[in-house]
């Protein structure tokens, strides 16, 4: 073959000339350049795109620096989703559009702003001030230059000018601020009346007719989304200490070697006086201070009994002075080193010599003495066998872990084996929907699931992974799955259940309890109806109402969020007035009475409130003139997006 295209080299040149030709007339040199090579464009900006490249490059950083900063709580497939990704999108549209407008601008940055800027980076300092050294070992260890990061300082800068002055002078109108803060106190005095739909549950009556029926008219609220049975080995602490015993040798052992974590050490009741005195106080003070304490001392020896009336009247110590100078039960390692040293070799009822610590001079007893004690071996003994298991199921769970992490990737197609071989048992469910289990009433299981396996299962990470291509359509084993520290996890898929509507035998009781709520919020709404009406028309006075409370949008009281909001939507000239409003628990009744001006808020209340404002505010106008930008540069966002964005790109 090769020898035939030496030999024809002319010909060979002539054939591939009449295949290429037409292609370049076709696209043109530029198009067909463009066809074998072109990356994806996912935005314009001012007819200049933004390519999937640089997209995916500021994905990475963006992922990088989340799982940095979760460390071991990280997880993409949970963080990744279309809306982060939208939303990656966007900023870097707005960005573009931001360095644009600075381009056409033609805004600057001088010399000294950087260097003040720079200058005000805490990171770069020492002491509050700027340290050219920590500059540059801050710079090393990011691998950049003081040039590069000025330039990129000066970039930032200078695009600040953009949106920046927007929102740093945006002020909402003091008449705006007055009107909000008016409408946060005002308050109104109201009485209510509720109707509760539970209390109309026995009046109700559900036929085999009528959950028939509903069940014909809405089966689509039934649908359920299509699911997956799934099979999975689970190992946790306490999957690894099943099998486990604890000998009574190790026991013994440990309980001999952390007697200390079963003791109570030896504790000492102790009563001093103190002259306090300064450590830099001059000689002589210390010198009269140890003298007062000396001749305390002195009378103490004498007559022991007086220690209590003594420190009332002469102790320093706040603390201890007013109590007769008892200080309580103290173990070692509670006072200063002086003091505790010196109490600890004290027999007691003997009053101490002068004791000199760097709070002054102390003269000290001990009232009591409780000696050190160890509790006995069977009164701990459930607690050690405890923690030895616990000890002994982490070295084994380790194990074990490695062990299914190797064993569920030399064998792909099944669980079955390695749960045996591993001694872990193989575990059912079915129904795990993209979203999470799918509810009992729903779904009938063949095997129930352990309301403890609940949470693990509907983990995000498990759930991404189980509907993974390898896992789902290739119906391989998973990979391990850490759900949280101390529980893995591998799956495989069994069977895959299309969306389908339950059967009306397996949802009755569902459709039952929801006609029943259903009906007896209608019946709560008739009887307020009833009972508001007749109050209008003049037949009855209103009767059965709770006591008038005082409600503002700052306390509601005993109001609800549905009945709050109808009480403070209700205008001026229309108090005095009685209305009904729905509530997720069944109808209420509203008289309000009057409306007044609550307490004007407090200055600093104020001042925070207006803040918060002119912030919002600020945000508000920037999001405005960003719009206005971006239909400026002509933004556009490109198909290609939309299927990144889903996720639907398979990269």
């Known amino acids: 073959m090769f020898d035939f295209i030496r030999s024809h080299r002319r010909w060979m040149q002539l054939v591939l000339l009449i295949l290429v030709v037409p292609a370049f007339a076709f696209f043109g040199i530029e198009g067909y350049v463009g066809f074998m090579s072109r990356d994806k464009e996912l935005a314009e900006v001012n007819g200049v795109a933004i390519t999937q490249p640089e997209y995916d490059a500021v994905r990475r950083n963006q992922l990088e620096d989340l799982r940095r900063a979760l460390g071991a709580q990280f997880d993409a497939e949970a963080i990744d989703t279309p809306a982060f990704r939208e939303r990656i999108l966007n900023d870097m549209i707005n960005q573009r559009v931001i360095a644009e407008a600075a381009m056409q601008g033609r805004y600057s940055v001088s010399d000294e702003q950087v260097r ?26 990011q691998g950049m230059t003081p040039a590069d990061f000025e330039n990129r300082v000066r970039s930032d800068l200078i695009l600040a000018q953009v949106l920046g002055p927007v929102g740093a002078t945006a002020a909402a109108p003091n008449k705006v601020a007055q009107a909000l803060m008016a409408a946060m106190t005002q308050e109104r005095v109201v009485s209510l009346r509720r109707f509760n739909a ?11 007719t009528d959950i028939a029926a509903w069940y014909e008219d809405n089966q689509e609220q039934l649908r359920l989304p299509e699911s997956l049975n799934i099979e999975y080995v689970l190992l946790d602490e306490e999957a690894a200490s099943q099998g486990l015993s604890v000998p009574e040798s190790e026991i013994q052992a440990y309980y001999e070697q952390n007697q200390s974590r079963y003791g109570q050490p030896e504790q000492r009741r102790v009563s001093h006086i ?59 390692d509670t006072l200063v080193p002086e003091v505790e040293q010196a109490v600890f070799q004290l027999e007691p009822d003997t009053i101490s010599e002068v004791i000199e610590s760097p709070f002054g001079y102390h003269v000290a007893v001990v009232t009591q003495v409780q000696p050190a004690s160890v509790k006995p071996l069977e009164q701990v003994r459930e607690d050690i066998e405890a923690e030895v298991l616990r000890q002994m199921a982490a070295v084994r769970f380790a194990d074990l872990a490695t062990s299914l992490t190797n064993l569920v990737y030399d064998q792909r197609d099944a669980l079955a084996p390695i749960a045996d071989q591993l001694d872990l048992p193989l575990r059912q469910a079915q129904g795990l929907a993209r979203s999470g289990l799918l509810p009992g009433e729903l779904f009938a299981r063949e095997t129930p699931i352990d309301p403890d396996q609940v949470e693990i299962l509907n983990n995000p990470r498990v759930l991404q992974i189980a509907y993974s291509p390898e896992v789902l359509q290739d119906r391989f084993n998973s990979g391990v799955i850490e759900t949280a520290p101390g529980t893995v996890l591998a799956l495989r898929v069994q069977q895959v259940n299309p969306s389908a509507v339950p059967p009306l035998d397996q949802v009755e009781g569902l459709i039952r309890d929801r006609l029943v709520v259903e009906r007896s919020l209608a019946l709560a709404r008739q009887a307020g109806e009833a009972a508001l009406s007749v109050i209008n028309d003049g037949s009855q006075s209103p009767m059965g109402f709770a006591a008038a409370e005082v409600v503002s949008r700052q306390d509601p009281r005993n109001l609800n969020a549905a009945e709050l909001e109808a009480v403070m939507k209700q205008p001026q000239g229309a108090v005095p007035s009685i209305i009904g409003v729905d509530t997720s628990q069944g109808y209420s009744l509203l008289d309000i009475k009057s409306i007044a001006a609550g307490q004007e808020m407090p200055i600093a209340n104020q001042q925070q409130f207006k803040g918060q404002l002119a912030q919002a505010w600020g945000r508000a106008e920037e999001q405005a003139a960003m719009q206005v930008l971006r239909r400026l540069f002509n933004v556009q966002v490109l198909p290609d997006a939309q299927v990144l964005i889903s996720g639907q790109d398979n990269r």
């Open 274 to 332: 103190l002259r306090e005195v300064s450590p830099d106080a001059d000689q002589a003070t210390k010198e009269a201070a140890r003298a007062k304490a000396q001749d305390l001392a002195d009378q103490l020896q004498a007559d022991p009994a007086q220690f209590a009336t003594l420190a009332a009247e002469f102790s320093q110590d706040p603390g201890s002075s007013s109590q007769g100078g008892d200080l309580g039960w103290i173990s070692k």
């Open 198 to 208: 539970a209390g109309y549950e026995g009046d109700v009556e559900i036929t085999a």
């Open 116 to 141: 003040d800027t720079i200058a005000d980076i805490p990171a770069v300092q020492e002491n509050g001030v700027f340290s050219a050294q920590r500059y540059r070992q801050v710079l090393a260890a």
